[in-house]
Nanobody, 121 residues
């Protein structure tokens, strides 16, 4: 059974930082690309960052230079370091595994339950 469990969300002032973590089942973590998505109220879910099994990364333009995705393969854990947070970063953040791209959208086969990030301006 695949399990993805996020932690690290919370309330932070604009300009502050948060670090999200995602503990994953061993098999799904080591064999697949992992990523972070987010969804704000009234908006579509969007890919924030993606990391391959080899460590290559992809970032949405809106977070480039501010967010860093990383993975600890020994601990089956995915991270998202978020710096210089803005009010528009407020959303539910989801850890995801086995990412793919089709019909103009990123998708994932496995999802965590989400962790809320709220940035006050």
């Amino acid at each position: 059974q695949v399990q993805l469990v996020e932690s690290g969300g919370g309330l932070v002032q604009a300009g502050g930082s948060l670090r999200l973590s995602c503990a994953a089942s061993g098999s799904i973590f080591s064999m697949n690309a992992m990523g972070w998505f987010r969804q704000a109220p009234g908006k579509e879910r969007e890919l924030v960052a993606r990391i391959s099994t080899s460590g290559s990364t992809y970032y949405a333009d809106s977070v480039k230079g501010r967010f860093t995705i990383s993975r600890d393969n020994a601990k089956n854990t995915l991270f998202l370091q978020m710096n210089s947070l803005k009010a528009e970063d407020t959303a539910m953040y989801y850890c995801a595994a086995r990412l793919g791209y089709g019909s103009g959208n990123w998708y994932a086969d496995y999802w965590g339950q989400g962790t809320q990030v709220t940035v006050s301006s």
